[in-house]
């Protein structure tokens, strides 16, 4: 049985968006306070998974987004040998619980981003940096 074989099986058994759900307008979804988050998931052999593998994931995620609207939103994953770290913007940490428990995909810890850095706040007025 392969790793995807499993996750959707545990996934059907328990009961994961890419996007908002588009059923609030734009001002009731920038009214909410979304939080960015970094989760870790060990997987193991994540690195070698097939795109056939990814897609199902990914298709699995956004449905069980889709499901738990516009509170939750997946931004990005990257997949290294044995872990898929993902960065969400939510309104809390037990969204982001939920989807994973209703997507079937493990969470071995949540990190609230505090502020992020990258090289342009090198040269950044100290205004700019949070």
Same mark, same amino acid.
């Given at each position: 049985?392969?790793?995807?074989?499993?996750?959707?099986?545990?996934?059907?058994?328990?009961?994961? +968006?890419?996007? *908002?759900?588009?059923?609030? +307008?734009?001002? &009731? !979804? =920038?009214?909410?306070?979304?939080?960015?988050?970094?989760?870790?998931? &060990?997987? #193991?052999?994540?690195?070698?998974?097939?795109?056939?593998?990814?897609?199902?994931?990914?298709?699995? =995620?956004?449905?069980? @987004?889709?499901? @738990?609207? #516009?509170?939750?939103?997946?931004?990005?994953?990257?997949?290294?040998?044995?872990?898929?770290?993902?960065?969400?913007?939510?309104?809390?940490?037990?969204?982001?619980?939920?989807? *994973?428990? !209703?997507?079937?995909? #493990?969470?071995?810890?949540?990190?609230?981003?505090?502020?992020?850095?990258? #090289?342009? +706040?090198?040269?950044?007025?100290?205004? &700019?940096?949070?």
């Amino acid at each position: 049985m392969t790793l995807l074989s499993l996750i959707l099986t545990f996934g059907s058994l328990t009961a994961y +968006t890419q996007t *908002a759900s588009i059923s609030k +307008t734009k001002n &009731e !979804k =920038s009214m909410k306070t979304m939080n960015t988050y970094v989760i870790e998931r &060990e997987i #193991p052999n994540a690195g070698n998974l097939t795109a056939a593998d990814l897609r199902g994931i990914a298709q699995k =995620s956004c449905s069980v @987004l889709k499901e @738990l609207g #516009p509170d939750i939103e997946w931004v990005q994953s990257y997949v290294t040998d044995n872990k898929i770290f993902c960065i969400y913007k939510a309104e809390n940490e037990a969204i982001l619980r939920t989807h *994973a428990m !209703k997507g079937g995909f #493990p969470i071995n810890s949540v990190h609230l981003l505090s502020t992020d850095i990258s #090289p342009a +706040t090198a040269t950044a007025a100290l205004a &700019e940096i949070k």
